[in-house]
């Protein structure tokens, strides 16, 4: 979810920038020449899949999938959503321009933590397990940025706290859906390109790829 | 799938497009237009007074006529975020403690929540508009560029250029997946086999991805890329700059003056 500008009170709005900007230089420190373009390119995927509309009872989600990008960019989560919101901010006028730290931090952090908790289990060497600590991965994000959101809104005023309590409850079916897509993705992944988890290339994918270049 | 993706999304492809139509602050230079609007916001979110935020949504306003922004468009957008904020405002007038101004059922309103949730209103949508009439025209290129040259880090300019070279690219791919399910008889609904689906989807999008920008790479250090773009378009802060420099900042400082002699209403 993101809040727009006028709602949230200066210290939080300054707090949050500081913090966002960061993890943005945090995050900057592992982006060198192999990798930007790689970010780059996730990043991009990470946008287009925000934009999916997944059906949820009479109605429908948009993904966020902060948890899929922590297990996958780890600190880079960081510029690359930051990315990604100034993209929407700037050109679609989605999210404000002020609050711009505060969602970041919001939707990046919890990738960050996520990341660094989920990541072993992701590579685990037994399937089932690792396909367990994605769905986590993809639930915990989506929770702790709801939790956020709250935390960010509460701070801002007491006024805010029915409205905050209402985002936590509405992020509740969000969060069982993206552990499940999460769950999915990390089964998927690692059968075809483990090095997206940071695990070696499987050795049969190798014979795979030698045989397509050959061909 | 295509009713996955919903029609009222932005579509990335408007990156590109909205360079169309600028109107009369096509002369501006990318980084008074950045700068303009961060101060434009920078000063409405600060404002506290109705009918001073009241007077920047008009400015706004007045910027986006100048702009010529395409009117249905715009409209959408700003409707999109009002919808999405509707829920919070409505909930504040009744979750503020004040003066009673009226009652429904078990709750009251009062009148420094109303207060409040227009204060936002008026705040959101005048930095909305604002932003995209000063930036929302300039094509993604030029903004990293400008964004450079505002001393934005280079890797984070080069994360922004690569996000916005690729993301149409990214968009057609998953497009193409979405046809190939559709071909094959996949319907979303409501059940763990669409969950299943489409997380495997967006694994394989995500593979393609990293895959295209080992590509990518291979391809740029075979034409001597070392990890700098070099800029051969220098940008010039010219008449029309300062003149938007100059009446943007007499009014917002009117509108700060103002705030503060009247005092804040809070």
């Given amino acids: 979810m993101h809040i727009v500008d006028g709602a949230l009170s200066a210290p939080v709005l300054v707090g949050g920038t500081l913090l966002a900007a960061a993890g943005i230089v945090r995050g900057a420190r592992d982006l060198n020449l192999e990798r930007i373009p790689s970010a780059g390119l996730l990043s991009a995927a990470f946008f ?16 966020i999938l902060n948890g899929l990008a922590g297990l996958v960019l780890g600190w880079i989560s960081f510029p690359a959503l930051f990315v ?26 919890p990738a960050v933590i996520v990341g660094l908790l989920c990541r072993p289990g ?12 994605g769905g986590i991965a993809g639930a915990l994000a989506i929770a702790l940025t709801a939790l956020m959101v709250a935390a960010v809104l509460a701070l801002s005023g ?30 998927l992944v690692r059968k075809v390109k483990p090095e997206l988890f940071g695990m070696p290339a499987d050795a049969s994918a190798v014979g795979l790829r030698a045989a397509e270049v050959r061909s | 799938m295509g ?49 001073l935020l ?39 007038p009744f979750t503020t403690p004040g003066t009673p101004l009226f009652t429904l059922g078990p709750v009251t309103a009062t009148e420094e929540g109303l207060r409040w949730a227009l204060d936002i209103a008026l705040t959101a949508n005048a930095v909305m508009l604002a932003v995209l009439a000063l930036v929302g025209g ?17 890797s984070i300019v080069q994360l922004l250029q690569f996000t916005v070279r690729y993301v149409e690219v990214v968009e057609r791919e998953f497009g193409r ?21 489409l997380g495997y989807a967006l694994g394989m999008l995500l593979v393609r991805s990293l895959e295209r920008s080992e590509r990518v790479l291979y391809a740029m250090k075979c034409r001597g890329f070392v990890g700098r773009f070099h800029v051969i378009v220098e940008l010039r802060f010219g008449m029309p700059d300062a003149l938007l420099a100059l009446l943007l900042s007499v009014l917002l400082a009117v509108l700060v003056l103002v705030e503060i002699r009247l005092g804040s209403a809070h």
């Avoid at chain 2, 029609?7 to 008074?32: I, V």
Wanted: aromatic residues 6%; positive net charge.
């Fill in chain 2, 138 to 154: 300039l094509d993604a290129v030029t903004l990293g560029h400008a964004l450079h040259r505002l001393r934005m880090p280079e």
């Fill in chain 1, 158 to 187: 007491d006024a805010f706290i029915p409205a905050a309590k209402l985002v936590v409850i509405a992020h509740v079916p969000v969060m069982l859906i993206e552990g499940l897509l999460c769950a999915a993705a990390v089964t």
């Fill in chain 1, 122 to 133: 992701v590579r685990s060497a037994n399937a089932a397990l690792a396909a367990f600590w």
């Fill in chain 2, 3 to 51: 009713h996955c993706t919903d029609p009222a999304a932005p579509s990335l492809s408007g990156l590109e497009a909205s360079r169309a139509g600028m109107g009369a602050l096509r002369p501006l230079d990318p980084r008074t237009r950045i700068l303009a609007a961060g101060c434009f916001a920078l000063v409405v979110v600060g404002l506290d007074r109705l009918a």
């Fill in chain 2, 54 to 92: 009241a007077a920047a949504l008009l400015l706004a306003l007045l910027l986006a006529v100048l702009a010529r922004l395409p009117l249905r468009r715009t409209l959408k957008r700003v409707m999109a975020m009002d919808a999405f904020v509707l829920f919070m405002l409505i909930l504040l």
């Fill in chain 2, 177 to 197: 997946m979405r046809t190939a399910m559709r071909a094959r008889g996949f319907v979303p609904g409501n059940d763990l086999h669409t969950y299943r689906t």
């Fill in chain 1, 84 to 109: 990604g919101l100034l993209l929407q901010a700037l050109f679609f006028g989605f999210g404000g321009l002020t609050v711009l730290g505060v969602n970041t931090l919001d939707i990046a952090l």
């Fill in chain 1, 48 to 63: 287009v899949a925000s934009l999916v509309h997944v059906p949820i009872g009479p109605s429908s989600v948009h993904l």
